[in-house]
């Protein structure tokens, strides 16, 4: 039993038992008495307190049990919830060695874990009657489970009662993973919408499967890629073993953002574009490839970049965000950066008057404008966009660098 206070009688020394239900306390040499707290509705088992003959350099054990005596008992099962409806199915299956815990009104913690079939059983103190202070069921998941289930709550249990089918339902997470040849330095993830659709026409006619598709950048210099793993929904696993597409990136990728560049395309869908943030090469360090429209292209980024920019201070872009400049126009990009000079970095502001042909120009830099102080940002290491003062309008959270304590 956990959280169990255990005192060496005779001093003010408490200390509380582990998960375990184990506890370690240094004796002097003697005979010496320990004592437990007994938590409310149990009962001693053994003797309480125990007494322990301490020789010099020894190692001793001793045991104090208890147990409840009056007690009902919440039992369920801990189980794999494929289809995510919150019942357990014919066919889904229980999770073992998942923890079931309650807290009692003197805080002590009673658990429980799941057997193989994922059952579990946890005897309760009676507190039915009075009925007035219901228990609340937590489930901790074993590893390679999400812990998606809520708490069971206003549990009342009556002596020698069993309350069933109080169960959890998790989530197994899904591992995927595969080594491709470049160390991978950064990844995001869109909708590229690949000709992954059913039907014929234009616009509205087909129906994309709306799977999200990643993208990765790796970082091996003049030799690093970009490369697209379109979702094979609903494969199991979404992601085969084999990269969509590969594009040679100038140097090498620190930074990715997706988003719809240039206007719909003519089969009606608006497909995002990559941003790409890349070490400076000696003349650019961001770069814009499109996805290409045409029959059986659909969703594959162009053979070569298509655009090629350059940040004012000619440093490394370790962050891109995207945002709508209203209706009709060419989102904004925003540009954080890591400056040659140690400590040092800024954020860009690039716009486009046309979203049909989209050209980006730089029209703000942090600092000097920004208000920054001393003009000295740092090195921008993050960003992220939201509305922080419900004024309706997305405001940027910047994370710099500056030194190293």
């Known amino acids: 039993m956990p959280d169990i206070p255990v005192a060496l009688v005779g001093t003010d020394i408490v200390r509380s038992t582990d998960d375990n239900g184990q506890v370690l306390i240094f004796l002097p040499v003697g005979t010496s008495k320990l004592s437990a707290s007994l938590p409310d509705s149990f009962f001693f088992s053994t003797a309480n307190p125990v007494s322990v003959a301490m020789t010099n350099g020894a190692t001793k054990t001793a045991a104090i049990g208890m147990y409840l005596k009056d007690y009902g008992i919440a039992a369920g099962t801990v189980y794999n919830d494929d289809n995510g409806n919150n019942v357990m199915d014919s066919g889904e299956k229980g999770v073992p060695w998942a923890t079931v815990s309650c807290t009692l009104p003197d805080s002590t913690v009673v658990y429980d874990e799941t057997d193989g079939k994922g059952i579990y059983g946890l005897k309760l103190p009676v507190n039915d009657p009075p009925h007035t202070t219901p228990y609340t069921l937590t489930c901790q998941p074993p590893a390679g489970y999400a812990g998606t289930a809520p708490p069971i709550t206003g549990l009342y249990v009556k002596n020698k009662q069993t309350v069933a089918s109080k169960n959890f339902p998790l989530g197994a997470f899904t591992v995927w993973q595969h080594d491709v040849d470049d160390p991978l330095s950064a990844i995001n993830y869109t909708d590229f919408i690949e000709h992954d659709w059913r039907g014929t026409g234009n616009g509205n006619s087909k129906h994309a499967v709306h799977d999200q598709d990643l993208i990765v950048g790796s970082a091996k210099t003049e030799t690093s890629e970009l490369?697209?793993?379109?979702?094979?929904?609903?494969?199991?696993?979404?992601?085969?073993?084999?990269?969509?597409?590969?594009?040679?990136?100038?140097?090498?990728?620190?930074?990715?953002?997706?988003?719809?560049?240039?206007?719909?395309?003519?089969?009606?869908?608006?497909?995002?574009?990559?941003?790409?943030?890349?070490?400076?090469?000696?003349?650019?360090?961001?770069?814009?490839?499109?996805?290409?429209?045409?029959?059986?292209?659909?969703?594959?980024?162009?053979?070569?970049?298509?655009?090629?920019?350059?940040?004012?201070?000619?440093?490394?872009?370790?962050?891109?965000?995207?945002?709508?400049?209203?209706?009709?126009?060419?989102?904004?990009?925003?540009?954080?950066?890591?400056?040659?000079?140690f400590g040092q970095g800024s954020i860009e502001l690039w716009t486009s008057a046309s979203h049909t042909n989209p050209a980006y120009v730089r029209v703000q830099l942090i600092p000097p404008t920004g208000l920054v102080p001393g003009n000295n940002l740092g090195e921008v290491a993050a960003m992220a966009l939201g509305d922080m003062n419900g004024d309706g309008v997305a405001d940027l959270v910047v994370g710099t660098l500056t030194s190293f304590y």
Do not use: M
Request: aromatic share 12%; with cysteine; net charge negative.
């Open 227 to 341: 490369q697209q793993w379109f979702n094979n929904y609903d494969d199991n696993p979404p992601f085969h073993n084999l990269k969509s597409t590969t594009r040679t990136a100038p140097q090498s990728v620190i930074s990715l953002a997706c988003d719809t560049l240039d206007a719909k395309s003519s089969d009606g869908f608006c497909r995002p574009d990559a941003i790409v943030g890349t070490r400076y090469n000696g003349s650019t360090n961001w770069h814009i490839w499109f996805t290409q429209n045409t029959s059986g292209n659909e969703g594959f980024l162009d053979l070569q970049k298509d655009q090629s920019y350059t940040t004012y201070d000619k440093g490394d872009v370790q962050s891109i965000l995207t945002y709508s400049a209203g209706a009709g126009l060419a989102p904004n990009i925003l540009i954080g950066t890591r400056s040659p000079s």
